[in-house]
């Protein structure tokens, strides 16, 4: 009776997670069509306007207004297909790379293991968000620059786990097998090793999305991220410190959704790690 709560315990905090998780990406995908005003529209005649059940406020900005009088829920809105933007294709594309190069180096061993090994420590010597910091500022800001940079500095925790199950399997009877029938290397990688490794890099990749959305937070915050006008949850947080005193909507609304889809990254994380 206890192991089956525990179990239903854990499937519903990882599906609790997953709902908000998937719930916050259909918003950032239908952004255009939701958002009741353009996110860039200036306004000053409606400039700090209140949430809705504040006195002074409008009904046709229920979360208030920014200092240019734009329309902080549209901009939540789009700001939300920054930061999923950044969390799925960064943690796929790092993912991606750190698989591929963790296989290979467990797999192939000598100078492949020994070289990918060495760039593993060279960059984990560098902490992540001061390295994603100094790469931004040399190659410029954008969304596409954001992504990739955050993958390259991610990339390592893939490989090093990636590297570590391929090098306690590759001696196992499933891939001796497939090596006597004649399979070549590309196919023990990808239809025998690989799905062997895949769960825990699973979780990996969950648990990693909220540091990625969170570094994404970070660097807009610091104008390192993603460029005016297109708003950004860290860029809105940075913006709002001048009007925090007067204005305090500014800062808590894109403050709260970084916490919530964070929160439901994290549990989604941790129900697959429980459920392994």
């Known amino acids: ?23 916050v990406v259909a918003v950032a995908g239908l952004s255009h069509w939701l958002s009741p005003h353009d996110y860039a529209a200036q306004n000053l005649t409606k400039a700090l306007l209140p949430p809705f059940w504040m006195p002074g406020s409008d009904p046709a900005y229920p979360l208030g207004t920014d200092r240019l009088g734009r329309d902080l829920l549209s901009r939540l809105m789009v700001g939300a297909r920054v930061s999923t933007a950044v969390g799925v294709f960064s943690v796929l594309l790092g993912g991606t790379l750190g698989t591929l190069t963790g296989l290979a180096a467990g797999y192939f061993g000598g100078w492949v293991d020994r070289t990918i090994s060495r760039l593993i420590d060279i960059q984990l010597s560098f902490p992540p968000v001061f390295l994603a910091i100094a790469i931004m500022a040399a190659v410029g800001q954008s969304l596409t620059n954001l992504i990739l940079v955050l993958a390259l500095v991610t990339w390592v925790q893939y490989a090093r786990v990636c590297r570590g199950s391929t090098l306690a399997l590759r001696g196992a009877e499933f891939v001796q097998a497939a090596r006597a029938i004649g399979a070549g290397h590309g196919r023990i990688l990808l239809r025998h090793l690989l799905p062997s490794v895949l769960p825990p890099l699973a979780v990996i990749a969950t648990v990693n999305m909220s540091s990625m959305i969170l570094a994404e937070a970070a660097l807009s915050f610091l104008g390192l991220g993603v460029q005016p006008p297109t708003p950004a949850w860290g860029s809105m947080v940075s913006e709002a410190r001048a009007v925090q005193s007067i204005a305090w909507w500014n800062a808590v609304f894109p403050g709260l959704a970084i916490v919530i889809f964070v929160t439901s990254a994290n549990l989604m994380g941790e129900g697959l790690r429980q459920r392994r």
């Open 1 to 23: 009776m206890r192991r089956n709560r525990r179990r239903l315990g854990r499937s519903a905090q990882f599906w609790v997670g997953a709902i908000v998780f998937v719930a």
